[in-house]
T-cell receptor, first 113, second 109 residues
């Protein structure tokens, strides 16, 4: 069974630009969550999507948004990038429906210059 | 109330020794407590998890001990090996995963 796939693996963007990251969950999993990992703040929850609906949201500004498609694939978008958005963005896949085991992808390393 | 406090920040253990990492939480609504292992350049990998109705769970060399009344749980790695050198995160789930700050484990051969 294929794991969680995140693309791209690495990304360099300029301040003010916007970026879209993609996540393909494990086949059959309906829940996708996104996390930001930085040395200073650790792993922080961004949002969760289940069956194309945002089910939960963390404490991030509105510049961070996401969506989920009917095939459970998810994208997250960050607009008006700031230097502080440089981080490893991780996607986690869960079966959903009350099953809480979460499996992470390898992440997208975003560098904002 | 959403915090999970993890200690120590870093740990050095001799090969064959026992590694112990501790976590504490406040929110009694948490009902699932996983541990993740992360190697450099990789995403966190689910190692072992426990629910609060169980006081201990063992999988191979990894054991979670859970103390519901104290709101604490810990990871024990028996017979630690150099290949166990990684960053370990505890987490707690209420309606989202809340992570501890991580423990960098180094196992000396």
């Amino acid at each position: 069974k294929a794991g969680v796939t995140q693309t791209p693996r690495y990304l360099i963007k300029t301040r003010g630009q916007q970026v879209t990251l993609s996540c393909s969950p494990i086949s059959g999993h309906r829940s996708v969550s996104w996390y930001q990992q930085t040395p200073g703040q650790g792993l922080q929850f961004l949002f969760e999507y289940f069956s194309e609906t945002q089910r939960n949201k963390g404490n991030f500004p509105g510049r961070f948004s996401g969506r989920q498609f009917s095939n459970s694939r998810s994208e997250m978008n960050v607009s008006t990038l700031e230097l502080g958005d440089s981080a490893l963005y991780l996607c986690a896949s869960s079966p959903g429906g009350g099953v809480t085991e979460a499996f992470f992808g390898q992440g997208t390393r975003l560098t904002v210059v | 109330q959403q915090q999970v406090k993890q200690s120590p920040q870093s740990l050095i253990v001799q090969k064959g020794g026992i590694s112990i990492i501790n976590c504490a939480y406040e929110n009694t609504a948490f009902d699932y407590f996983p541990w993740y292992q992360q190697f450099p350049g990789k995403g966190p990998a689910l190692l072992i998890a426990i629910r609060p109705d169980v006081s201990e769970k063992k999988e191979g060399r990894f054991t979670i001990s859970f103390n519901k009344s104290a709101k604490q749980f810990s990871l024990h790695i028996m017979d630690s090996q150099p290949g166990d050198s990684a960053t370990y995160f505890c987490a707690a789930y209420g309606n989202k995963l809340v992570f501890g700050a991580g423990t960098i484990l180094r196992v000396k051969s």
